[in-house]
């Protein structure tokens, strides 16, 4: 159009309504639930073939597994499924949703960055947290133990452990090309499942990979979960809390730095 | 220079290592103006969009949105910017309804406005039918024409000062892309300024008031369709269509000035001023009568013969290898 005929059409000018924090919360609530929420079924139904996998797997190995050590292993079993979301399964989002587009996509829109991960944080927290139930009840149906419930604890370990095995898994995801991301997330499972003192005491391994253990967010995890499952036989210390909320804080960092970033 | 564009870029270079994918760019938009800007692949425009929505930094130059710095203040800008992206919007798990639904509650819309919004969408776009079948992963549930309709809603589901669209027809069958354009003019009507990236000269030249065409990370010409089509049609275009390639000689022997050629493949495409159409006649019909060329046919140039002309090779500059000008820039445009 000419400056001329530009010049003789009068426009309003068009001043965008910033959606409020909370409005702009909740339609991507909406809007990461409906992506990712289709997929609680599955999940669910995965957790509970790894949470049978684990406790009758193992039971397997251990002939006339003891109530101590039946204890042990189904007090484990839940972490492991949590971390499973959290480092296999988010990355895997993660990652695809950076190969489609779909990740620049939403860092275009007009909320803050920081918000997109607030969101995802609250959608695997909800879709992984089914899995400390499903952990509990196939070792419960298995051994028939009675656990001693921290309530408080538990419910604190499950969403603390949800958050940061969720924060390392995404921050792995976008400081990382695709598919040395996959790559890696899958191998933190084989780490997870068999090479971590969760489903088998810390002295089994040998001394240098506990002393590795000890500043992993894992062992941690699987001491504080312990601790709320059955708090008459386990107890955590302080330096697993620590240790677990160090993890958290650097995963939130690096992927508010890479969400926020610029290339 | 107006105090009221939407877009000011001036002088924006972005290298990536020793790659220019964007060489001192300027443009502007105004509110209102639909600015198409053209470009093979690899010319450089989803590097230019990405700077503008803070995907990507600029080593040099400034963007202006409105009256805001958006290389200082991306987040800022933002808020002013809607963009459809050329890559598929992610609408897995959503519905056309839901996704318009949400897009309209981000960008300020408050619940009942962001419904009603979506029914008149779908309306406005025809995809009333489609409007509460959910989008699958791996494209399943919705054909690749809904989601892009529904990706195009979802970029003008509350009005910003600035909408940018990368090809936004793509996979739309005819009649919806038609419905798309009388929206997207209607947009601008309201006063939204729209830079509309693509390579469809064909399509561009019927929507847009103002033309940016870029090359090679530059930008090569500026100016209204008619202004680019050249010399307001005085110019006519001589499309000759060849036994086979080689054998080209006869075209040194022209008895009438040109202006420009460009190959096609076997067609070449040739500019002339009007004055010469009759003697050019006489030449073609020549030409066919000795088996030169198997057809001819002229008619007044269009925008994409200019658009060819600037950006591929012609005649003059490359005659034995049109392949000779490719450039490793083709492979900039991340």
Known sequence: MSNAALATRSHTAITPVPASLGAGFRALLRWSLAATGAMLPLIIVIQALLAAGIILGFGLLIPNITAENALFLSSGAPTILLLTIGLAIVPQGVSSARASGAFDYQRALPVPRTMLLVVDLVVWTMIAIPGVAVGLLIAWLRFDLNFAFNWPLLIFASLLVTIAGTSVGYAIAVSMRPMLAQLISQVLVFVVLLFSPIAFPA???PFWFQKLHEVLPIQPAADLMRAGIASDSYSFNGRDLIVLIIWTVLGLVITSRALVRRK | MDNDDVLRITDLTRRFGKVVANNEVSLRVRPGEIVGLLGHNGAGKTTLVSQITGLLKPDAGDIQVGKIDAVRDPRAARRHVAVQPQEQAPIDGLTPRTAMEVAGRIRGLSVAKARATAIELAEELDIGPWLDQRALPEGGGLSGGIRRLTGFAMAIAAPTPLLILDEPTNDIDASRRRLLWQALRRRGDQGIGVLLVTHNVAEAERVVDELVIMDHGQVVATGTPAQLTGAQHTEMRLELQLPSLGGESFLKDMSF?????????RRRLITIAEDSAAEAIRWATAQ?????????????????????????PTEAQNSTNTESRKNPQEFADV
Do not use: C, K, W
């Not at chain 2, 000035?257 to 493949?265: A, D, L, N, Y």
């Not at chain 2, 198997?294 to 600037?310: I, M, N, Q």
């Open chain 1, 203 to 205: 002295s089994q391994l």
């Open chain 2, 257 to 265: 000035p040109t202006m420009r050629q460009v190959h096609s493949g």
């Open chain 2, 288 to 312: 066919r009568t000795t088996g030169n060329i198997e057809g001819f046919s002229l008619a007044p140039v269009t925008l994409e013969d200019s658009y060819l002309s600037l950006v591929s």
